[in-house]
């Protein structure tokens, strides 16, 4: 098919199209919009449904339906949106329903304003919405792996009948790179072997809730659920490591922040400054085997848009072996290769002090 050029909104609708998307529920929100407005004009064209809903909260309760028939079902939203759209992913979790939700992050708390931010780590690992659940994460870092990363959520959705979310930031949502949109093959997974098709001749009715008033029958669903969760973890790692063979400082980062990280370190590198990069490819589960093989490492950098909030993840990756610290910027505002690699070279004479 070759290359085209797209905008990564574009990529994600497209993607999810290739991947079998029968569904999207969605709600306009910037800087995601493009993205509903894609799959308002192409879903329909592909024998495909696309609802716009009265709000993030009914888009994610038409997701839950839609999802319980067994049928591949997508939304989209930003920051204040996937908030909205909590206490339903905690649903579809407890239901065990496959979906994919996209997240663009946007600059917080609250309203914030439109730029790009990378402050929503939390809210997609930890997840805003009750109960004990866990939704495998990705992070692309650019738009060829955006749409290797759509198709593969909506797999490891239909594998453990979970949701599962692409996080991305503004940028990457709005800027423009060559793409060539591949179909990926999975297995086929046999949805009707737990789906809801409204058939009074089935041997067996299927129920799909996710409430259990009985506190042992909860017990032993969470046990379930956790057993899942486990496998997820031991299963699903992704990360890129990048020249950290001799690295003694070593830089983590997702997604845009990665994008500026690897040209600093290249920046470096050719100026006999010993650094790598570890790039979380899965936020949730997060790549802790990518750091069990660090043999210079002294310190650890965590770059992200946002307060810190990777650093936790970090922290134990490292298991206290080393420094970690955090650096970038927030509201919206993006750090430099300059600033970052200023930053880099304090932290090693850092390192060489305390050697």
Not at 162 to 187: F, R, S
Request: a negative charge; aromatic letters at 8%; one cysteine or more.
């Amino acid at each position: 098919m070759g290359k085209e050029l797209m905008k990564g909104s574009e990529v994600v609708g497209a993607s999810a199209i290739l991947a079998g998307c029968n569904y999207f529920f969605g709600y306009p929100i910037t800087p995601q919009n493009e993205i509903p407005e894609f799959m308002a004009r192409e879903l329909p064209l592909n024998n495909g449904v696309f609802v716009q809903a009265e709000s993030e909260t009914a888009a994610i309760n038409m997701v839950y339906g839609a999802a319980s028939s067994g049928r591949r079902v997508m939304t989209s939203s930003s920051s204040p949106g996937i908030a909205l759209k909590q206490e339903g992913i905690s649903y579809c979790a407890g239901a065990q329903l496959p979906c994919v939700i996209v997240s663009v992050s946007r600059a917080g708390p609250g309203l914030g304003g439109i730029l790009t931010s990378q402050a929503d780590y939390n809210q997609a690992t930890r997840g805003g919405g009750n109960g004990d659940y866990n939704v495998p994460v990705y992070a692309p870092a650019d738009l060829q792996e955006l749409s290797e990363l759509v198709q593969h959520a909506f797999y490891v959705a239909d594998k453990y009948r979970n949701p599962v979310m692409v996080l991305i930031d503004g940028t990457l949502a709005q800027m423009m790179e060559p793409v060539e949109l591949i179909k990926i093959t999975y297995p086929e997974i046999d949805h009707m072997q737990w789906s809801v098709t409204g058939r009074k001749d089935r041997k067996n009715n299927h129920i799909i809730s996710s409430i259990y008033l009985v506190a042992d029958e909860l017990e032993q669903h969470n046990h379930w659920l956790s057993k899942k969760y486990e496998q997820i973890v031991n299963l699903e790692e992704k990360a890129e490591i990048y020249q950290c063979e001799d690295a003694e400082i070593v830089v983590v980062a997702y997604g845009t922040s990665s994008r500026i990280a690897r040209t600093s370190i290249d920046n470096l590198r050719e100026k006999g400054v010993r650094v790598g990069m570890i790039r979380p490819i899965s936020l949730w589960p997060f790549p802790f085997s990518a750091f069990e093989n660090l043999p210079c490492c002294k310190y650890c950098l965590s770059v992200e848009l946002s307060m810190g909030q990777m650093v936790s993840d970090v922290i134990l990756a490292s298991k206290f072996k080393y420094p970690v610290t955090h650096f970038g910027r927030v509201g919206g505002n993006m750090f430099t290769n300059s600033e970052l690699e200023s930053e880099i070279l304090t932290r090693m004479s850092e390192v060489a002090t305390n050697d």
